[in-house]
């Protein structure tokens, strides 16, 4: 009896030493940019900022961040050299003044390779109020913001709302939004956040609208519909190959991941103390 007992046990410890071999050999590497010129709603110069890696294997561990690309934007007055920013991990520099009918070109060159893109700065309204809401969510950790702009008849209908900082990576909510049947009305609504991420001192949350084109609002679309709503920053690579606006003018088959924007901005920013008694107790 001793004797079969040992034999079990033998076939049970063999049986999980049992080596599993996966193939990790990762071929589809490609560029990805988060590229951005964002210009104060009040202000008349633009800050561009870039950022350049590498798409990764799964269980990839090394950096991708890229620092020997040669990165500019061409304007009428010539071109604006980006310089990389090591802090930071991405190139930036200001242009001193923008305007809405001329187009802004995008270039990188890297490893023998052009990358392009071009844009028009995207005219947006202000926002005019944000104030905390009274209703109340299936979540008892939500609490209401209300947000009230006007849209003019003339600008663009599609914006990205950004809601941050939050907890202690600050990292941000997304929300794309279609305003096309608002057009020359004040509009409201409303955005639930979570009370136990946001708020958590006395810091201040700030609530962003930049300007989409068309083609950026269904490329963000789907990106968000992949990633999972209001996950993660929104113009990086998704887990599926998505075409942005940047293309290879070296060779067009490996296009690049990312997205080029270039927009104006507004923000209101609230802390607790902007909130009606018994909102955090």
Known sequence: MKKYSFYIIIIIFYSCEKVVSIDT???NERIVF?????????????TATVRVSKTA???GENNTEIEEADVYI????????????SENK????????????????FFVKFENQNYY?????????????????ERKSLNKDEIELLITFTDPIEIGDFNLWKFGPKGKGDTYDYLVSRDLYTNGNQF???????????????????????GLTEEGFNYLNILTAQAGAQNGRPFS???????????????FEKFPLGYYRVSEFDYFRLSKKDAPDGTFD
């Open 74 to 85: 061409k304007t009428r007055n010539g071109n604006i050299n980006l310089k990389y920013n």
């Open 34 to 46: 988060d590229a951005s010129i964002f210009k104060n709603i009040n202000e008349d110069f633009a």
């Open 90 to 105: 991405y190139y930036t520099n200001t242009i001193d003044y923008i305007s809405y009918d001329e187009d802004y070109e």
């Open 237 to 251: 690579s998704a887990s599926a190959i998505i075409k942005g606006n940047i293309i290879n003018q070296s060779n």
């Open 25 to 27: 050999n990762y071929s």
């Open 117 to 133: 893109s071009t844009e028009k700065l995207i005219k947006i309204s202000d926002i005019e109020s944000v104030v905390f809401g």
């Open 57 to 59: 294997p799964y269980f």
């Open 188 to 210: 409201t609504f409303s955005f639930f956040i979570d009370k136990t991420k946001y708020f958590l001192k006395d810091e201040f949350v700030y609530i962003e609208m930049t």
